[in-house]
DNA sequence: TATAACTGTAATCATATTCATTTCAGTTCA
DNA sequence: TGAACTGAAATGAATATGATTACAGTTATA
C-alpha cells in the first residue's frame, strides 16, 4: 500500500487518539516522522471530505470530524489509493491477440480485485486501528486522553 | 499491479496460445513492447519455478512446460509481486504510541488483505486468461494454433 | 493592532525506482 | 564455423516519490 494511504491512516489514528484536541501538523509530522508539509497535503484531502477539520492561524491545526467507528480503511483507500491494484500493462502490441486484449483482461480481473479488496478494508474502522495500535504491548502510553 | 507481473502473464498466456512452439524473447517483447533483455529476466523466473523452459542457442526460446489450466495467477504473484499489498511505512517515530505501533498494525491487517487477494487470484488459471483475451472482440486473430 | 503560530500551496531539489540499452560470454543448430 | 539464441552484468535515461524552501493568508492573544 502507498504511503499516502499509510500516512494519512496514522495522521486520523493519531486524532482518534487526541480526540478534542487541534494538533498541529508539525505534531502529526512527528509522530509520523514525515515532513509537516506533506502532512498539510494529505491532510487537505481528508479534509475536502468531511472526515476532518483543519483551522488556520494561531492555536489551529487539525481535528477529527467524524466518529473514528463511522471512517473506515476503505474511505482512505478511495481517496489516496484507488487504482493502485489495477495492472500497468500500457501499450503492448495492437497487431497481436494477446497484446491486443491483455490489458482489458487483466483489467476486468484485477477491477474485481480491487473491489473486493475495498470490502475487506471497510471492514477496519479508524477506531479499530487506533484500538490495535493501542493494544501493542510494544509501547503503552496511558497518558493519551483516548475518548473510547 | 506491478509490470513484472503483467509482464509474467503476458508471456505465458502467449506461451500458452502457441502450443509446441518456441518463442524467442525478441517475439514476445514485440507482443508486450517491452526490451527483448526484460523478457528474458522475468521469464528467467518462471524457469527458474519450472513453468517454463529455456533453450539457448539457435532455433532456441522459451516454452510452456506445465499445463497453462493448472498455472494460476497466485503462482505469478508468488514470483513478481509477493508483498506489493504491504504498507510502506518504514521509520515512524518510536517514542509515540501510533508511531510505534502502526506499522504492525497495519502490517497485520494488509497481510490478511493480501492473503485474500490470492486467494482471489489463485481463482484465475493462465487458461482463463487465455479464454478472455481471445474472446475479446478487438482482435480476432484465428490463424494462432492452440491447444485449447 | 502587532506578533507569533498556524494552514495552503507552489516550486525546486534530492533520492529511489523502474526500464531500456549495451555488451559480452556461453550454447546450440545447421 | 557462423548465425541465432539465452544469461547476466553494467550503465544510463526516465519517472516517481518525498523533502525542503518560500511565502501568502488566517487567527488568537498580549
Known amino acids: 500500500m502507498n504511503s499516502e494511504f499509510t500516512l494519512a491512516v496514522h495522521s486520523l489514528t493519531y486524532l482518534a487518539l487526541h480526540p478534542g484536541w487541534m494538533a ?6 512527528e509522530s509520523t516522522a514525515v515532513h509537516p508539509v506533506r502532512v498539510r ?5 481528508l479534509r475536502k471530505q468531511g472526515y476532518i477539520a483543519a483551522k488556520e492561524g494561531c492555536a489551529g491545526g487539525f481535528i477529527l470530524q467524524v466518529d473514528p467507528g463511522e471512517l473506515d480503511l476503505h ?13 500497468k500493462c500500457s501499450s503492448a502490441n495492437p497487431d497481436c ?3 491486443a486484449n491483455m490489458k482489458t483482461t487483466l483489467t476486468t480481473i484485477f477491477g474485481n480485485a480491487e473491489k473486493q479488496l475495498e470490502t475487506f478494508l471497510a471492514g477496519y474502522s479508524i477506531k479499530d486501528v487506533a484500538l490495535m495500535v493501542r493494544q501493542h504491548p510494544s509501547k503503552q502510553i496511558t497518558e493519551i486522553v483516548t475518548g473510547f
Not at 24 to 29: C, G, Q
Not at 41 to 45: A, C, E, F, I, Q
Not at 75 to 87: E, F, H, M, V
Open 75 to 87: 474511505d482512505i483507500y478511495k481517496i489516496t489509493s484507488k487504482g493502485t491494484l489495477l495492472p
Open 97 to 99: 491477440v494477446v497484446g
Open 41 to 45: 497535503k494529505v491532510l487537505g484531502l
Open 24 to 29: 498541529t501538523s508539525n505534531a502529526i509530522a
